[in-house]
């Protein structure tokens, strides 16, 4: 069993950056995979970012890549999102997903997931 708690969501203009974090709760939190998904309002959520247990490998939807950096800290328990460079289509509930097994994109695949965390960026 995996709870996670999101944070650092907030309003931004566009060219700002924000880093979210996801607290995991659970002595299993390093065998997981971690992910990182988004819904704006009235769209599908979508997935944007995500890494192996290990860190060894991250993997970022085409729409952050350059912009968007998932990294993970075990031992913190903790997975990160930094952000930079946002747009005003970023602007979305951010969410943060556990799993276990192989990294993949798709969000029903995921088990655990946490409250969201709100972003939004002005132009």
């Known amino acids: 069993q995996v709870q996670l708690v999101e944070s650092g969501g907030g309003w931004v203009q566009a060219g700002d950056s924000l880093r979210l974090s996801c607290a995991a709760s659970?002595?299993?939190?390093?065998?997981?995979?971690m992910g990182w998904f988004r819904q704006a309002a009235g769209k599908e959520r979508e997935f944007v970012a995500a890494i192996t247990w290990s860190g060894g490998i991250t993997y970022h939807a085409d729409s952050v890549k350059g912009r968007f950096t998932i990294s993970r800290d075990n031992a913190k328990n903790t997975v990160y999102l930094q952000m930079n460079s946002l747009k005003p289509e970023d602007t979305a509930v951010y969410y943060c997903?556990?799993?276990?097994?192989?990294?993949?994109?798709?969000?029903?695949?995921?088990?655990?997931w946490g409250q969201g965390t709100q972003v939004t960026v002005s132009s």
């Open positions: 659970g002595r299993t939190f390093s065998s997981y995979v």
């Open positions: 997903a556990a799993k276990s097994g192989i990294l993949v994109t798709t969000p029903r695949a995921y088990v655990y």
